[in-house]
């Protein structure tokens, strides 16, 4: 994929995001601001009994990138289990952006990743993961 083809597709989940909105009753939701930017977030999930994303929205504003990273997060995690989650990184972010991102920007892309897996992680009662996640977070540029 081109440049010009990523950069419209960021264009198109920002202006047309993907599972925006609000679940009723969520099994699973998490809030989290980026303070260097003002990006704010809230994803909801629904579980099923095996630990499957039925359903997952998110809410709230961003830049383009970070809504854009939102709504493309939302569609790599429905249908995963919540274990699985675990497994996603900047990596995927990035790949799923398709674009380089500059490091004032960072934030902004992963901060939905942050609040997936913060969500993930306190359901599953994982403070350690939490507090590693937050270091690397912390660390991020």
Same mark, same amino acid.
């Given at each position: 994929?081109?440049?010009?083809? /990523?950069?419209?597709?960021?264009? !198109?989940? /920002?202006?047309?995001?993907?599972? /925006?909105?609000?679940?009723?009753?969520?099994?699973?939701? $998490?809030? !989290?601001?980026?303070?260097? =930017?003002? !990006?704010? @977030?809230? $994803?909801?999930?629904?579980? !099923?009994?095996?630990?499957?994303? #039925?359903?997952?929205? $998110?809410?709230?504003?961003?830049?383009?990138?970070?809504?854009?990273?939102?709504?493309?997060? %939302?569609? %790599? #995690?429905?249908?995963?289990?919540?274990?699985?989650?675990?497994?996603?990184?900047?990596?995927?972010?990035?790949?799923?952006?398709?674009? %380089?991102?500059?490091?004032?920007?960072?934030? =902004?892309?992963?901060?939905?990743?942050? #609040?997936?897996?913060?969500?993930? /992680?306190? @359901?599953?009662?994982?403070?350690?993961?939490?507090?590693? $996640?937050?270091?690397?977070?912390?660390?991020?540029?």
């Amino acid at each position: 994929m081109s440049f010009e083809m /990523y950069q419209e597709n960021i264009l !198109d989940h /920002y202006n047309n995001p993907r599972n /925006y909105g609000t679940i009723e009753n969520p099994d699973i939701k $998490f809030h !989290d601001v980026n303070p260097l =930017c003002g !990006d704010e @977030y809230e $994803f909801q999930f629904k579980i !099923d009994k095996n630990g499957k994303i #039925v359903d997952v929205k $998110f809410h709230g504003n961003g830049c383009a990138i970070s809504k854009a990273s939102a709504s493309i997060l %939302t569609e %790599t #995690v429905k249908g995963k289990n919540i274990r699985e989650i675990k497994n996603l990184g900047r990596k995927n972010v990035l790949k799923n952006l398709g674009i %380089t991102i500059s490091p004032p920007r960072l934030k =902004c892309a992963m901060l939905p990743l942050k #609040v997936v897996k913060v969500a993930v /992680y306190s @359901y599953l009662g994982n403070q350690k993961e939490i507090k590693e $996640f937050e270091k690397e977070w912390d660390k991020m540029e």
